[in-house]
DNA sequence: GCCGTTTTCGGCCCGACTGTTTTCAGTCG
């Protein structure tokens, strides 16, 4: 983990699960959870800040301050670990299973002797669970399904967390002596939702001095294999990292061949293949002479095989060949391309930052436009209210002229009713510059009914965008069920854009859904969904999905200037 | 444990859903 925030992020929240677990005031569990997160979304270093300065961050008072500077002074937080003492680590893993919560996992513990994921499992097998007070039939299976979709995640970790040790271990490694390249390839160059394991590049004359680097990582927990061509070793977060040292005159070889995929890789090979040629990881070479003729960027390689340099996104064997090959390669959006976020939400619901933060990091992102879409009422827990919303207004309209270039949108996310309503009527709804919509409850419905309620919402003459349409979370919740050429059919017809959530956790639309609804012609937005001033950045998580479902500029609305944006935000009305 | 333009005490995001509970506990957003 790159920042201190992130790791006190990460013990507070650890700390609020062991109180709920132990039975502890659940109010106080609470308060280390938002503690928790206002210190991970808040944006300067945590470790320059003093105690005092820790204070000065919403909902950290006296006593998690002192624990946090315990923490940045020695390492340690004697309270976490007295709790850890009580409570095997397993335990807590069980609670990340979709079904369970704290108290089922202290009784699963207490009465069972359970204490991991494994053991859960090994015990619904054995029909162990059958007795104990609040394990029904139905409770069991859910419980099943929960460990089945936790399983399908698998050892792979999100993209965002693959990012951040990859730009260290590059960093650190780049640092080194001799280092004439350094950059990740594989899974995580191609932005995959989930990354298995890192793949890295030196491109140096000698080899050692990089693979004890590796080794001697603050980040690396275990070395699996050393050797002078291949290293590898394990994060403490089980996370394993390839080191590969080249030639330098190897390099476009080499990150071609290691970026893949597989699949692209074969029929790259195929094509060196019939053209007499052999393609590995040190070269483009004649097959006969074994002359070497390509390998020291990738543009050379594949021009050699005659192909356009193709952005690793699309390298999935989706078409990129074919498309490469008739000069058909869509020219991807990319990050710069991005004008405005149109999905961000501030402190009066559930972000961190208030607004005048919010607009100012947005500003200082060089945006040209930026929309505040707060949640609206009927997300019950978020208090809103037609008079806050309204208040809002009225301050971002008094901010607006002081932004330079940067104009404001006011926004709302709506919530898509079972019946495909929304929080307001069409008078109130007028009165905002854009309205995301989106689902966040009655994830059950049938197919039928689910479909209807997604195209009805796109029928709403003041809905412009479908906010994170499928609400899936990666790891723990499928999506929702639906006829979804029929919503990308409705989106096309009604003017009404696709989000591409670039939330980690989300991602949603996904690289496949967004092929598809492409195909219908539905216009898409990338957005963050930011709920603090840190998550403004993780818009690249969003691009990269965007491009890998071939994604241009003029597919998305938030790379258009404002006039023509404003032109497709009034539906045709 | 945090917080306060009514409060230094007494609230705390509030309601829905689900399963198994025969009156409500646990989980979720």
Redesign the pocket.
Known sequence: MARPNDEVEALLREYADLIAITGG?A??A???EK?ARAIGGYPADIAGLDEDGL?EI????????DKVVEYLRTGRMAVLEERRAKIPAGVREL?AV????????LRLYEDLHISSVQQLSAALDADALADL????????E?IRHGIELLRRAGARVPLSTALDTAEEIVAELSRVTGCRRCACAGSLRRMRETVGDLDILVAARRSDPFMAALCELPATAEVVARGTKKTSVRTAEGLQVDLRVLPQESWGAGMQYFTGSKGHNIRTRTIAVHQGLKLSEYGLFDAGSGQSLASRTEEEVYARLGLPWIPPTLREDRGEIEAALHGELPEVVTERDIRGDLHTHTDLT?GLAPLEEMVAAASKRGYAYYAVTDHAPRL????MTDEKVLAQRERLRELAGTLGRMRLLHGTELNIDPDGEVDWPAGFLAGFDVCVASV???F?LGRGAMTRRLVRACENPYVNIIGHPTTR?IGR?AGVDADWDEVFAACARTGTALEVNAQPDRLDLCDVDILRAREHGVKFAVNTDAHAVAHLAQLRYGVGTAQRGWLTRDDVINTWPLTRLRRFLRKGG
């Open positions: 005031d109010f106080k609470r308060a280390y503690a204070k919403p909902n950290v008072g006296r006593s998690i301050a609670i979709p079904g369970l919560g704290p108290k089922k996992a007070r609040g394990f029904g039939e139905k409770s069991r859910n559930d019950y827990m978020q208090r966040h409850s009655h059950g979370l919740r």
